[in-house]
């Protein structure tokens, strides 16, 4: 059986879960679900970064321990994964047991394979960002581009990462691994920070004290890239039960394009200096912007992600925020855009052809559906949306899979308007048409179930089919032809209100 791992990245524990965590999140939800689909077995991960010395400076502000800081902070992620309908099949949070073994055995490797030296260190740091800047990579003031702050300037002794000596062999790596990074144009991205040169970067520091210690030397505290990138392999068994993490690893690590640096150059030269596999693939999202403006506790326009959900429900914001937003590209919420989306969509589309075809099917076929033809005219419609939608999950575009799935709703509300079966005497005529759209509707509920899970259960149920609509398989369960017919057909509340 094919196995798909996927990870989101861990969030960082200073800041409650936002709207941008929650895209993230749903995006690699959605995939698991559909890989899930195709038969696959799917481990998805998401987690919590919980060392540091934020996390220190935030738990001496609240006047608590890091330890009691992070326990309370982590299950507001897991809360609120649980509230999103996030599939995940595990919740890794740094300060675990595992998670710290695993990372002294990854530096213990790249130590003992040399790759890991005692140097000097003097930058220009953002404490936010957790990084040295370079003056270019600054704004003018000596400003973060990130956080719009002043740096610090910091020197201190470090143990440093060679990672200089990594850059043919990482372009070797990708020559070999084309289409690696999706989308293609992060990919390049990524090979130009590579082709640009490496600097080694500090993997410790002396100052710390949350954290975890490096096996080799107490003294120095692992800073934040070996800690948190490490997540990937400690969650699925590195260091502590090796079959399952041959099982798993490698996997594919989604991550917003601020971190392509780190994922995309750092982490497959950590992992080639320990004698591991890079990951299998990156998909890069961009960020969902506010007001133009990335969403950050310091700009202020932190969006509670739960707070629309019960605005517009569960499935209404999941939905908005797969299909808004061509994946790899930054998006602009708005809450006129979330609205729009979800009448134009849900309301007017989906939960509207629903309804109508309930409708008529209690009218005039005794609320008994008819089976679908199987020279169908909506048949090559649904194998376009089959055809269409795989591609796009499998291209991590969430966005171009939904859009070729409205297709077949539109072309399926089309349909029913040209034949008008609400205005034809109950016989083989109306029975053919609706046949047809009950098909159409229990295609578009497979297809649809990643990204409105409990919707297309409800659309499953309705139809009077039995069992999980997770439960059924791509491509064979979404072939036109297999709804059986002599189902009772359930109008119901309507799906998707109109807002
Ligand atoms: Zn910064």
Not at 130 to 142: Q, V, W
Not at 181 to 199: D, H, S, V, W
Not at 339 to 364: E, F, H, P, Q, W
């Amino acid at each position: 059986m094919t196995r798909t791992y996927l990870t989101t990245p861990i969030y960082y524990v200073t800041a409650k879960p936002h709207l941008g965590h929650a895209y993230t999140t749903i995006v690699g939800d959605a995939l698991a679900r559909w890989h899930r689909l195709l038969g696959e077995d799917v481990h998805f991960l998401t987690g919590t970064d919980e060392h540091g010395q934020k996390v220190q400076e935030y738990a001496d502000a609240a006047g608590k321990s890091p330890q009691e800081f992070v326990d309370e902070i982590a299950p507001l992620y897991a809360e609120a994964w649980k509230k999103l309908n996030i599939s995940n099949d595990d919740f890794i949070r740094t300060t675990e047991q595992r998670h710290k073994i695993g990372v002294a055995e990854l530096l213990q490797r790249c130590y003992d394979a040399g790759d890991i030296e005692l140097d000097v260190y003097k930058g220009k740091y953002c404490v936010p960002c957790e990084e040295y800047y370079t003056d270019d990579e600054l704004d003018p003031g000596d400003l973060c581009k990130i956080h719009k702050r002043p740096v610090e300037y910091y020197e201190e002794e470090n143990y440093f990462f060679r990672l200089s000596r990594f850059q043919q062999r990482l372009l070797d790596w990708y020559d070999a691994h084309p289409g690696a990074i999706q989308p293609e144009f992060r990919g390049n991205e990524a090979l130009g920070l590579i082709r640009g040169g490496l600097r080694d970067f500090s993997v410790s520091r002396t100052s710390l004290k949350w954290g975890i210690p490096l096996p080799w030397d107490d003294k120095h505290v692992a800073y934040v890239w070996f800690d948190a990138l490490a997540n990937y392999i400690t969650a699925v068994g590195f260091g502590s039960d090796n079959d399952e993490f041959g099982k798993w690893w490698p996997g594919v690590n989604l991550i917003g394009k601020d971190i392509i640096r780190h994922h995309c150059v750092y982490w497959p030269a950590m992992l080639m200096s320990a004698g591991l596999e890079p990951a299998a693939g990156y998909a890069v999202g961009g960020w969902l912007l506010v007001g133009g403006e990335k969403l950050s506790k310091t700009s202020g326009n932190v969006v509670n992600p739960l707070d629309l959900v019960d605005d517009i429900g569960l499935d209404g914001f999941r939905y908005y925020v797969l299909a808004e937003t061509a994946y790899g590209q930054d998006g602009d919420f708005t809450y006129e855009g979330l609205i729009g989306r979800y009448n134009s969509d849900l309301a007017n589309n989906l939960g509207n052809l629903l309804s109508r075809v309930a409708t008529v099917v209690g009218k005039k076929c005794d609320g008994v559906g008819p089976a679908p033809r199987q020279d169908s005219p909506l048949a090559a419609a649904a194998a376009a949306a089959l055809a269409g939608a795989t591609e796009g999950w499998a291209a991590y575009q969430p966005s171009k899979a939904l859009d070729a799935t409205w297709q077949l709703i539109r072309a399926t509300n089309a349909y029913l308007e040209t034949n008008e079966p609400w205005k034809t005497e109950p016989g083989p005529e109306v029975d053919a048409v609706m046949g047809d759209a009950l098909e159409a509707l229990r295609i578009v509920a497979v297809l649809a179930s990643p990204a409105l899970p409990d919707t297309c259960q409800i659309v499953w149920e309705r139809l009077g089919l039995s069992g999980q609509v997770s439960d059924q398989r791509v491509p064979v369960n979404a072939a036109w032809g297999g709804y059986p017919g002599g189902t009772a057909v359930v109008k119901g509340d309507p799906l998707f209100p109109r807002r």
